[in-house]
Structure formats: C-alpha cells, structure tokens
C-alpha cells in the first residue's frame, strides 16, 4: 500500500493527453488495486466476486467499452447498497484517510463495560474527509470482540458496551483501508506518558516515502514543514488543531518533484519547536 500512498490526482484521470498520465503506476495501479480491495472490504467476499463475475459477464459490456459508470451500477445493484460515497472519495476524489483515534473505558457494572472510541480525520481537500465503514478489534479479558463502525465526519465518537474489561484495540482490523494511522491508545494514561517530542524520520535515507513521528501531550495547533537545505520550505505535512496523541506523517518527495538530497523537517506545537535532518536518495 506504500506505493498507493505515492499517487498523486485522483484515478480518473482528467488529461488523458499524456501517455504517463493514464498508466501512472502509482496511481492507475497501485491505488487502483487498493480501491478494489477496499471495495471487497466494504461488501464483503461474496458479493464482491459476485459484482466481478456479473461485470465480467454483462453482455454489453463484453467485447466493448466499459465506463466507471458501468461498474458502479453494476455493483450497487449486486450489493443493493448505494456505494456513491465510496466511489466519489476514491475514483474522483484524491489522497487518503489520515486518522487519530483515542479511547477511554468504563465499568458500567460487574463485567460490563462502555467503550467511547473518537475517530478524528486530517482535512483533505477532496473529499474534506472519507466516509468508510471500519472494523475494530476490540480485545477484552472476556475474548476479542469486533465491530463495525461507519465512519461519516470529521470528528465523530462511537460509544458501545461489552462484556469484559477492554485492553487494546485494533482500529481497521485486517488493513483493509488505504490510510496513515496514529498510535491508538488509551486516552486516560496518554497524559501521564506522552511528552513533546520529534523522532527520527524512518527510513532514513529515503526513497520513496519516509515516516516522521511526533508525539503532543495535550491539544495543540501543530505545524510540521519540510525545507530544503538552503532553508526554503518545500512542503507543510501539518497545518492544523490536533488532539494529544501520538502520530506519523508521511512524506513524498516524489509528489514534489524534489531532487535527492539533504533536508529538514521542523515541528512547531504551542512553544514547542524542533528541527530535524534526514536524506533523499532518488
């Protein structure tokens, strides 16, 4: 999913004047790949290789020109869901969910718990942010429980009960979704562990993506910047509010058209301000 990450524009390609546009390999084939297994994620086994027989088998079609078009109608009316939303995010839309998710449990009673789990998704420009529906694994002292949220906005909060103290949770358990994710922890004790802080980016040399962790111990307006080594800014990873946690941030040279090279990356959170050095090796 790495390469997918890479791609740059949306999979419907709008200038189809250039041959390196319509077989992007990032993009045509690696993102498109993804989508088809999200799309599978979304509707499960059956259905999808269901919609891919009927598609492949739809007599007019076969031997003809398909449209996107043509394979949404045909999967919506194998599912019967409405997969608009799906298809508007990931065929004309661009990027890819990032997410921050916090929890907290309660004791309701004897072995009854209460989970509330926030979802917080970076702003993206199109779409402002992904609608998807995600399985979470939710692990307890009772057994592994999980579930499937339908995650809709922006910011969005989920409560529900289980039977059994919760201990961990993994958020889209089988990595259906193409996404970035932070570390998912418990929000009471993010608090009594978490400090201001910038890592080393990994891997370093680089080439095509690298990571750069940070951490928050409380809600901040986060800048994380990219300059060059004559100091001129090359990218903004992070212009934005973010609720205390841990994160990582990827970044793709290869969208800037940047060449190999020194650079640094500097994070500004509240008073805090950090610089750090990492090297790109086309």
Same mark, same amino acid.
């Given at each position: ?31 498109? @790949? ?6 599978? %994620? ?12 009927? =598609? @492949? ?99 969005? /909060? ?5 039977? %059994?103290?919760? +201990? ?32 080393? /980016?990994?891997?370093?040399?680089? /080439? ?49 058209? +940047?060449?190999?090279?020194?650079? =640094? =990356?500097?994070?500004?959170? %509240? ?12």
């Amino acid at each position: 999913m790495s390469y997918a990450k890479s791609a740059f524009g949306p999979i419907w390609v709008q200038n189809i004047s250039g041959v390196d546009q319509i077989f992007d390999g990032a993009r045509s084939y690696a993102k498109g @790949a993804c989508v088809l297994h999200m799309l599978r %994620g979304v509707v499960g086994d059956s259905v999808f290789f269901n919609i891919m027989k009927t =598609y @492949a088998d739809d007599p007019s079609l076969a031997y003809g020109v398909a449209t996107t078009e043509d394979f949404q109608e045909i999967a919506e009316t194998v599912s019967g869901e409405d997969l608009d939303y799906f298809f508007q995010e990931w065929i004309y839309g661009e990027n890819y969910p990032k997410y921050t998710v916090n929890w907290t449990e309660s004791k309701i009673s004897g072995n009854l718990y209460k989970i509330s789990l926030t979802i917080n998704q970076s702003v993206n420009t199109n779409p402002k942010f992904f609608t998807m529906p995600v399985k979470v694994k939710i692990n307890t002292s009772a057994g592994d429980t999980v579930v499937t949220l339908f995650n809709n906005a922006l910011v969005q /909060n989920f409560e529900f009960d289980l039977i %059994g103290k919760p +201990l961990s949770i993994n958020f889209d358990e089988g990595n259906w979704i193409l996404k970035t994710l932070s570390t998912v922890t418990d929000a009471e004790d993010i608090s009594k562990t978490l400090r201001y802080s910038l890592e080393q /980016n990994y891997p370093n040399p680089f /080439n095509p993506s690298t990571k750069i962790p940070f951490q928050i111990p409380g809600a901040e307006f986060v800048t994380l910047k990219v300059y060059d080594i004559l100091g001129k800014e090359v990218s903004t990873l992070l212009n934005e509010h973010k609720p205390q946690g841990k994160y990582e941030v990827e970044f793709h040279p290869s969208n800037k058209n +940047l060449s190999s090279g020194i650079y =640094y =990356y500097s994070l500004r959170a %509240g008073d805090f301000l950090k610089t750090r050095k990492m090297l790109f090796i086309k």
